[in-house]
T-cell receptor, first 113, second 112 residues
Framework: NAGVTQTPKFQVLKTGQSMTLQCAQD?????MYWYRQDPGMGLRLIYY???????DKGEVPNGYNVSRLNKREFSLRLESAAPSQTSVYFC????????????FGSGTRLTVV | GDSVTQMEGPVTLSEEAFLTINCTYT??????LFWYVQYPGEGLQLLLK?????DKGSNKGFEATYRKETTSFHLEKGSVQVSDSAVYFC???????????FGKGTTLSVSS
């Protein structure tokens, strides 16, 4: 089935460690997004990519970097994890020009200790 | 900037009760409006949408009407079930479709 795949599903990091969250979509959409979800805060946009080769900051980009490797893949990197980055991370994709909703992955639950 | 405000939860109801979750928005132009649902331990699923004023989105017994005059998109269901227990997010997408902007979410708990 077409959709958005995120890996890993769960991860525990120590403060200062680095890691990359992976996201891949097979919907042939140009736009991809990374959100974080925190209790009482809803979902907040970290970074997005309107097309292959372009990325832009969202509402909460500090402490993160992204790479749009190709049309299918959009990765999120934490260079030096902090406890404040404990969250659930969602990748999403969207077909631009269509006034439809976005398709989300199942999420990565990250804990930084 | 654009924003979404939805009622704070949790909302606790008995099975077959009527549900309303309020959502208002601030946006320039004519955004599209959405309700997403998140069941425990899962990602977000699109529940319904409306793309222009007076449109009514509906799905699985849920409804919401795009009211431009009151900048609202309230979610309603006539008779909730235990299986409706979840977190509900109101969201908007601006005309450029740059990104979805979410409300903070409302937790619904339905007991039998």
């Amino acid at each position: 089935n077409a959709g958005v795949t995120q890996t890993p599903k769960f991860q525990v990091l120590k403060t200062g460690q680095s890691m990359t969250l992976q996201c891949a979509q097979d919907m042939n959409h140009n736009s991809m997004y990374w959100y974080r979800q925190d209790p009482g805060m809803g979902l907040r946009l970290i970074y997005y990519s309107a097309s292959e080769g372009t990325t832009d900051k969202g509402e909460v980009p500090n402490g993160y970097n992204v790479s749009r490797l190709n049309k299918r893949e959009f990765s999120l990197r934490l260079e030096s994890a902090a406890p404040s980055q404990t969250s659930v991370y969602f990748c999403a994709t969207h077909r631009e020009g269509a006034r439809n909703g976005y398709t989300f992955g199942s999420g990565t639950r990250l804990t930084v200790v | 900037g654009d924003s979404v405000t939805q009622m704070e939860g949790p909302v606790t109801l008995s099975e077959e009760a009527f549900l309303t979750i309020n959502c208002t928005y601030t946006a320039t132009g004519y955004p599209s409006l959405f309700w997403y649902v998140q069941y425990p331990g899962e990602g977000l699923q699109l529940l319904l949408k409306a793309t222009k004023a007076d449109d009514k989105g509906s799905n699985k017994g849920f409804e919401a009407t795009y009211r431009k005059e009151t900048t609202s998109f309230h979610l309603e269901k006539g008779s909730v079930q235990v299986s409706d227990s979840a977190v509900y997010f109101c969201a908007l997408s601006d005309q450029a479709g740059t990104a979805l902007i979410f409300g903070k979410g409302t937790t619904l708990s339905v007991s039998s």
